[in-house]
């Protein structure tokens, strides 16, 4: 039912953060009707953030506190609405990303301003802290950090679990962006169970490379590549080796997360999706062995890639791998994270902007 909307104290500005995924398990089923594919994942969120700010513009229910709604959001109302809104991105990466409806915030922004019945006007400011197409859903943490900002730009209050389902309907990234921490995926990879006893501190070099990687075309190749490695049938028993590895069962590296040894996790670590990033930028090759190397205890593509990961044993591991691998120049850029961290949370609620 409509009622009035009102910020907390008036304010007219939220700012929120939601941090990027690593994927320390990606099994990646056959390719569904729908397009998608079944996944069987372990997210870890690494402390690594996009910072996106929702501010109301002009009088779109700023000062007052009011935004927009109930009559106000008949027919017409919308002249003033979405397509009037700021979208303005800063940081690495940032021309790359778009700045009309399609941008995953302002499509979060769109779903609750829809769901609160309000016309306001509301501007979205977005600063990258992820690599843009690097397979660590820095998308889907714009998304996921928009859906927390407006929920409580616009007093929805609708709480962890309303906003994980709205965000499923963004993306399949997009609710472990929101609740963060270690988690099982499944389904598209929306569906999560927290995994709870994963606690222990890991530390990840991350090497992000010169240009990004389309995710819908990392799939698409590696169902490519598992065609053409399918055997005619006789031979599929005797060739069974030819087949494209699958990354298998979960258990030993839950059961490994619960335990505090770097190196047990690193022997458990896998990703489905690896070899077709490769087959679609051969250059990580050398990233990969340069990081390997460079002593880290595995290296593997981040997600759909281009980034690569290399999981080491503590900071200082971490440091030193990390300046191997800078020193090389086989990486636009190289840093040292690490994880798990919290998932999307508000960091300013200033009237101010
Ligand atoms: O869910 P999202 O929009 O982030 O997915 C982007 C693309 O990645 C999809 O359009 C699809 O091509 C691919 N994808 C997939 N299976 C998944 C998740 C994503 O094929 N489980």
Redesign the pocket.
């Known amino acids: 039912m409509p009622r009035d909307v009102f910020t907390p104290d008036g304010a007219r500005a939220v700012t929120a953060v939601a941090p990027a995924k690593i994927n320390l398990h990606l099994g990646?089923g056959d390719?569904?009707p729908d397009?998608?594919?079944?996944?069987l994942t372990v997210y870890r969120a690494v402390d690594m953030w996009e910072r996106v700010t929702v501010s109301f513009v002009g009088d779109g229910g700023g000062a007052s506190g009011a935004a927009g709604r109930g009559g106000a959001s008949g027919a017409g109302a919308r002249g003033a609405g979405p397509d009037d809104d700021e979208i303005t991105v800063t940081g690495p990466g940032a021309p790359q990303v778009p700045t009309d409806r399609t941008n995953l915030a302002a499509r979060a922004v769109d779903l609750l301003r829809e769901e609160a019945g309000s016309d306001a006007r509301i501007a979205i400011r977005i600063h990258k802290g992820v690599p843009v197409a690097g397979g660590m859903a820095g998308?889907?943490a714009d998304a996921a950090a928009a859906l927390v900002a407006t929920d409580r730009l616009l007093g929805l209050g609708l709480g962890r679990a309303a906003l994980e389902e709205r965000a499923a309907r963004?993306?399949?990234?997009?609710p472990f962006c929101v609740r963060g921490g270690t988690a099982l995926g499944t389904?598209?990879?929306?569906e999560l169970a927290t995994l709870l006893h994963a606690r222990a501190e890991q530390h990840v070099v991350v090497a992000l490379a010169d240009d990004g990687l389309s995710?819908?075309r990392v799939?698409?190749e590696l169902d490519r590549l598992r065609a053409e490695r399918v055997e005619p049938e006789g031979a599929a028993r005797a060739g069974a080796a030819r087949s494209l590895p699958r990354a298998g069962g979960v258990e030993p590296l839950v059961e490994a997360l619960a335990g505090d040894d770097p190196a047990a996790v690193a022997a458990l670590l896998a990703n489905d999706l690896e070899p077709a990033a490769l087959s679609l930028r051969p250059a990580l090759r050398k990233t990969l062995r340069t990081g390997q190397e460079a002593g880290a205890l595995h290296g593997m593509v981040s997600g759909?890639g281009p980034t690569c990961l290399f999981f080491c044993s503590d900071r200082d591991h971490a440091i030193a791998v990390a300046a191997e691998i800078s020193e090389s120049g086989v990486a636009r850029e190289v840093r040292v994270t690490r994880g798990p961290v919290g998932g999307a949370h508000i960091v300013s609620d200033d009237p101010s902007g």
């Open positions: 990646v390719a569904r397009g998608y594919h079944d996944l998308g889907s963004l993306g399949s990234d997009v389904g598209r990879g929306e995710t819908p799939f698409a759909s």
